[in-house]
């Protein structure tokens, strides 16, 4: 006997008869009712089975999606990690990057108000050395307006004394007694006139 029986296999099963055997009839009806739950119970197991097979491929499909959603989420998870480490690393860049920049900028602003701070002592000793060298050039030309105010009083003093002995001697006795003439004095440097 096969071991899948159709349900009509059952209907068509005929047995031999025997002197004492069952009624034919009853088997017969037996035999039709059987055959008819048969027939329901294999359609339903078939149905049953396509659904298995279906439920069956589904499951593939989710396991797989499982599976690739499973690889999916650890990649996800390792890109994450690589993108926070990343972050991390060029923050940490941008970080000593600043830090090396306002380093170079205060060593900058330093050398420049050191270097302005020797310019301002190098004006300031200029300023000074002209200052000195003014108040010298001034005080040279006192000392020579001195000797030249000293030299021309001498001067002045002698050439009248020379003309008054000198006229004295020649004049007419009116002038003698009182007014003495103006005179001009034309020096190197300057035209001075009394």
Known sequence: MNEKILPKEIKKTDFRKTFRGYDSNEVDAFLETVS???ERLYEENSALLEQIKNLNSDLEVYKENES???K???KAQDLTDEIIQNAKKK?????KEAE???QKSLQD?????LSRKQELEELKLRNDKLVEDVKLFFMEKLNEMDEFVRSRNIYKMELAKN????TEEELPEEEKTGNIKKISINTANSDFTE
């Open 68 to 70: 690739t959603l499973q």
């Open 72 to 74: 999916a989420i650890v």
């Open 36 to 38: 008819l739950r048969y």
């Open 109 to 113: 602003s330093e050398k420049e108000i």
């Open 100 to 102: 090396l920049n306002a």
């Open 91 to 95: 923050s940490e860049n941008i970080i």
């Open 163 to 166: 003309i008054h002995r000198e």
